[in-house]
């Protein structure tokens, strides 16, 4: 059967085969797959779990010998299982597992936004960049009033004004061209069957339907499909059927990512981007058609002398943030080195290393407000990224951690800068969803995928259908800066351009055994921001302390964004809250819902952490 052919894929660096704008048309269709309807049937999804701070209930680790999948569904889990035990690769597991959780998590992901994926084949490393796009028509400007101080969050993010043009499909075709082995179309079948039998409604997606139902109630499209006709959201239990997801899903699996960037379900986006009445997009078809994904070239980091820490590079922040992190844990002052010595007391974070974590913390954030942005507008420091996880840069660094805290700290000097940058100032960031793969032959994906902000932009498209549902548009320009320049008038790195990336913390991570090569961990987590600080306590944990996966994971949560202490709601003891404070910390509970899926290779196979806090499970073979 003929592949869909790769919708402009064009990588960071020149490759053979690549031109833009190829359209071919798939001819047939594939029935439905037994076996894949015969795992999901029945699949009603999991029972509740802990709200956010809740104290997180111990999982049994069990090894899989073969293949494991790690995502946030229960459904979304159990169709990239099927794709594996059919022979497919990580990468098409992926796929199924991402056209899965546009329908039963679309509050966090789908085909309304956009993704990173580290991929390793065995071979080769890779990350494929579905990153959001700002139109060709936006402005720096974007998100600033008539008096020109920018918007609050709450003004700029409902309606068409930050939508960016959705990069994940383009991003998964490009991808599975390269490493498919199961025919595209026959991905898709588990979520067409879920759309047309249903899904029930589970106690998180219930609670986001309790916390957004004013927002989606202004949303035509999305009211007559999330709340009943009384304007109360659809209780737990609740099965839901989205047709008009099932025929955008069947367009695609047939006719590649074209039928998404061209055509209706492309025009459908654009009249609702531009038609909404008080916060209209300048989104055109030329901008759907023109979307391009992209293959960037990973950052590797050694770390701890024994791995290879895997991570994709900017417009995301989150490699080079999370392993400025561990670099300075690794480089403390002798006032403070033997924090780092015992980083648990009693089971929780101790207090002393929670000051060196945040402290390092600050001094991370601080750099990745003043230069991370797109690389293809904004030149990294010193024109290579790798400068600000220097050991040298990192020593320098580390000597500003003292006994008590700096509460906030300023940006480095990493390498000569092209242009004096403005630090972005600290704005919302939210959403998101994890996938971790590893199949039979050993490859493996990490994959962080969004629509920003919990239901996006809440806006629906039902992709020209005229039935019911749909899927949600993601509101990721607000990710850029909405200030574009600081009183000086500097300019801030990653401000709204034309066609420009939005800096994000998505940090999906491959890591290597630095002796032999293996690979021995895919990991990644929602959460906005604080995606950095839940995947670097994973890690930390994990291959730096010895503990297992789903033990790491469970652990409280904790950071900070260059001010304040975080630390999650009802999880540290007073003693601990009491100890920053005397070290000079503002410290703030507060609400710090992780989800992160996790795969590590253990004797005989791979152990899996699916984060308590959310819904997510591991299965595999």
């Known amino acids: 059967m003929k592949q869909?052919?790769?919708?402009?894929?064009?990588?960071?660096?020149?490759?053979?085969?690549?031109?833009?704008?190829?359209?071919?048309?798939?001819?047939?269709?594939?029935?439905?797959?037994?076996?894949?309807?015969?795992?999901?049937?029945?699949?009603?999804?999991?029972?509740?779990?802990?709200?956010?701070?809740?104290?997180?209930?111990?999982?049994?680790?069990?090894?899989?010998?073969?293949?494991?999948?790690?995502?946030?569904?229960?459904?979304?889990?159990?169709?990239?299982?099927?794709?594996?035990?059919?022979?497919?690769?990580?990468?098409?597991?992926?796929?199924?597992?991402?056209?899965?959780?546009?329908?039963?998590?679309?509050?966090?992901?789908?085909?309304?936004?956009?993704?990173?994926?580290?991929?390793?084949?065995?071979?080769?490393?890779?990350?494929?960049?579905?990153?959001?796009?700002?139109?060709?028509?936006?402005?720096?400007?974007?998100?600033?009033?008539?008096?020109?101080?920018?918007?609050?969050?709450?003004?700029?993010?409902?309606?068409?004004?930050?939508?960016?043009?959705?990069?994940?499909?383009?991003?998964?075709?490009?991808?599975?061209?390269?490493?498919?082995?199961?025919?595209?179309?026959?991905?898709?079948?588990?979520?067409?069957?879920?759309?047309?039998?249903?899904?029930?409604?589970t106690p998180l997606l219930h609670r986001h339907l309790v916390e957004g139902r004013e927002a989606l109630g202004a949303s035509p499209q999305a009211a007559a499909y999330?709340?009943?006709?009384?304007?109360?959201?659809?209780?737990?239990?609740?099965?839901?059927?989205?047709?008009?997801?099932?025929?955008?899903?069947?367009?695609?699996?047939?006719?590649?990512?074209?039928?998404?960037?061209?055509?209706?379900?492309?025009a459908d986006i654009v009249a609702r981007v531009r038609g909404h009445a008080t916060n209209p997009g300048s989104m055109t078809l030329a901008d759907l058609d023109g979307y391009v994904p992209k293959e960037r070239v990973p950052i590797c980091t050694a770390w701890k002398a024994r791995y290879r820490v895997c991570g994709f590079p900017p417009p995301s922040s989150g490699?080079?943030?999370?392993?400025?992190?561990?670099?300075?844990?690794?480089?403390?002052?002798?006032?403070?080195?033997?924090?780092?010595?015992?980083?648990?007391?009693?089971?929780?974070p101790a207090p002393a290393w929670l000051h060196a974590y945040t402290e390092a913390a600050r001094l991370a954030f601080a750099d990745r407000a003043a230069f991370v942005a797109d690389p293809d507008y904004v030149p990294a420091p010193g024109n290579d990224w790798r400068t600000l996880l220097d050991p040298e840069y990192l020593r320098r660094r580390a000597a500003l951690i003292k006994p008590t805290s700096m509460k906030a700290a300023r940006p480095g000097e990493p390498g000569p800068l092209p242009q004096a940058w403005a630090p972005q100032a600290a704005q919302p960031e939210h959403g998101t969803s994890h996938v971790s793969i590893v199949d039979a032959q050993g490859r493996a994906v990490a994959m962080t995928t969004t629509i920003e902000a919990v239901w996006g932009s809440r806006l629906m498209s039902d992709g020209g259908t005229g039935l019911p549902g749909g899927f949600m548009l993601n509101n990721e320009l607000t990710d850029f800066s909405f200030a574009p320049r600081d009183a000086q008038g500097r300019p801030v790195a990653n401000r709204v351009q034309p066609g420009k990336r939005p800096r994000s913390s998505m940090s999906p991570t491959l890591v290597f055994d630095a002796r032999d090569g293996a690979l021995l961990m895919s990991l990644g987590s929602p959460g906005g921001a604080a995606?950095?600080?839940?995947?670097?306590?994973?890690?930390?944990?994990?291959?730096?302390?010895?503990?297992?996966?789903?033990?790491?994971?469970?652990?409280?949560?904790?950071?900070?964004?260059?001010?304040?202490?975080?630390?999650?709601?009802?999880?540290?003891?007073?003693?601990?809250?009491?100890?920053?404070?005397?070290?000079?910390?503002?410290?703030?509970?507060?609400?710090?819902?992780?989800?992160?899926?996790?795969?590590?290779?253990?004797?005989?196979?791979?152990?899996?952490?699916?984060?308590?806090?959310?819904?997510?499970?591991?299965?595999?073979?």
């Not at 403390?332 to 010595?341: C, F, I, T």
């Not at 297992?548 to 709601?569: H, I, K, V, W």
């Not at 003891?573 to 992780?594: C, F, K, M, W």
Request: hydrophobic content about 45%; proline content about 8%.
């Open 226 to 266: 999330w709340l009943q006709p009384d304007g109360q959201p659809w209780p737990v239990g609740h099965r839901l059927r989205n047709p008009a997801l099932a025929q955008v899903l069947r367009a695609i699996a047939r006719d590649g990512a074209a039928a998404f960037y061209e055509g209706a379900v492309a």
């Open 531 to 621: 995606i950095i600080h839940y995947t670097a306590k994973t890690l930390y944990f994990t291959l730096g302390a010895g503990l297992a996966p789903q033990a790491a994971t469970d652990l409280p949560n904790f950071g900070s964004f260059n001010g304040p202490t975080l630390l999650e709601r009802g999880r540290f003891a007073p003693a601990t809250l009491q100890a920053l404070r005397e070290r000079g910390h503002e410290v703030n509970e507060t609400a710090l819902d992780s989800g992160i899926q996790a795969l590590r290779r253990a004797s005989g196979g791979w152990v899996g952490a699916a984060d308590p806090r959310r819904e997510g499970v591991v299965l595999g073979e």
């Open 4 to 201: 869909p052919a790769v919708k402009g894929m064009a990588p960071a660096v020149a490759r053979a085969g690549s031109a833009p704008g190829c359209r071919a048309r798939m001819a047939c269709r594939r029935g439905l797959s037994a076996l894949v309807l015969a795992a999901l049937a029945g699949c009603a999804g999991p029972g509740p779990r802990p709200e956010a701070g809740a104290a997180a209930p111990a999982r049994p680790s069990e090894v899989f010998k073969r293949m494991a999948v790690a995502a946030a569904h229960p459904l979304a889990s159990q169709a990239g299982l099927q794709m594996l035990r059919e022979g497919g690769s990580a990468v098409d597991a992926a796929v199924a597992v991402q056209m899965v959780l546009t329908l039963v998590e679309p509050q966090a992901s789908g085909i309304g936004g956009g993704a990173f994926l580290m991929s390793w084949d065995g071979r080769r490393l890779q990350a494929f960049d579905g990153r959001e796009m700002a139109p060709g028509a936006a402005t720096e400007d974007l998100f600033l009033r008539p008096d020109g101080t920018p918007m609050s969050f709450q003004q700029a993010v409902a309606g068409g004004r930050p939508v960016g043009v959705p990069g994940v499909v383009a991003m998964l075709e490009a991808a599975h061209r390269q490493h498919g082995r199961l025919p595209w179309m026959h991905l898709f079948e588990p979520a067409i069957r879920l759309c047309e039998e249903g899904f029930t409604v």
């Open 319 to 348: 490699h080079l943030a999370m392993m400025q992190i561990l670099g300075l844990l690794e480089r403390l002052p002798a006032a403070v080195a033997p924090a780092a010595e015992t980083p648990l007391q009693q089971g929780l």
